[in-house]
């Protein structure tokens, strides 16, 4: 049987906090160097963020994008600086890995901004099966790994602010360095289906 978690689990769970550098892309001035760092790291977290509509049919562009180092997460603000082509040279880079979950809802926001290909990306919702994990969502995922809660108190706040809280930072890069976490641990040869995770190691304990 594979790994599963409840909500009511995670509710009584710490909660993470991403402890690394947040760099506000938004300025295009600012995107080469952001490009250049990200460039020289082979394994990268990604994710997105749209502001939510509340009407039918309204849909909004994505606003942010979020790449991560282990270290270092860099919130492209698109909507204040559009879709620079430099990041192309991220996305569309075959010899760069970037984990994500839910893909295609990201990659169906970045086809509004972009007729690129995204390469190289690696879903967390379908990898970590082949770990004997059920759950598909992020902070399930995370929660059975880690033993910690990701916050989602963000998650549809106005992603289009003319200055991003630092809530909402904090929220945005969590998100993309914990996929980035999340692989790096799987595929270290430290995890252990038999254990249960470090999750359930702690509830045994």
Not at 90 to 113: E, M, Q, T, V, W
Not at 170 to 181: E, H
Not at 192 to 203: I, L, P, W
Request: net charge neutral; glycine share 6%.
């Amino acid at each position: 049987m594979g790994l599963t978690i409840t909500k009511e689990e995670i509710a009584k769970l710490p909660i993470e906090t991403f402890s690394g550098k947040i760099e506000v892309i938004d300025d295009i001035k600012k995107v080469p160097d952001a490009v250049n760092y990200l460039l020289s790291k082979p394994v990268l977290g990604f994710d997105t963020e749209t502001k939510p509509s509340f009407k039918r049919g309204k849909v909004h562009k994505v606003a942010l994008m979020q790449l991560s180092s282990e270290d270092t997460c860099f919130l492209f603000r698109l909507n204040r600086i559009g879709y620079p082509a430099l990041l192309d040279e991220i996305i569309c880079n075959p010899d760069i890995k970037k984990i994500g979950l839910s893909l295609k809802d990201d990659f169906d926001a970045i086809r509004r901004r972009s007729d690129k290909k995204p390469q190289n990306f690696v879903d967390l919702q379908t990898f970590v099966d082949d770990y004997g994990i059920e759950e598909n969502s992020l902070q399930k995922i995370y929660a059975i790994l880690f033993g910690k809660r990701l916050a989602k108190s963000q998650r549809v706040s106005n992603w289009e602010a003319k200055e991003l809280s630092e809530a909402q930072k904090s929220y945005a890069a969590l998100d993309a360095w914990a996929c980035l976490r999340i692989y790096n641990y799987l595929i270290s040869g430290d995890y252990n289906e038999k254990s249960r995770g470090n999750y359930f190691e702690a509830q045994k304990g």
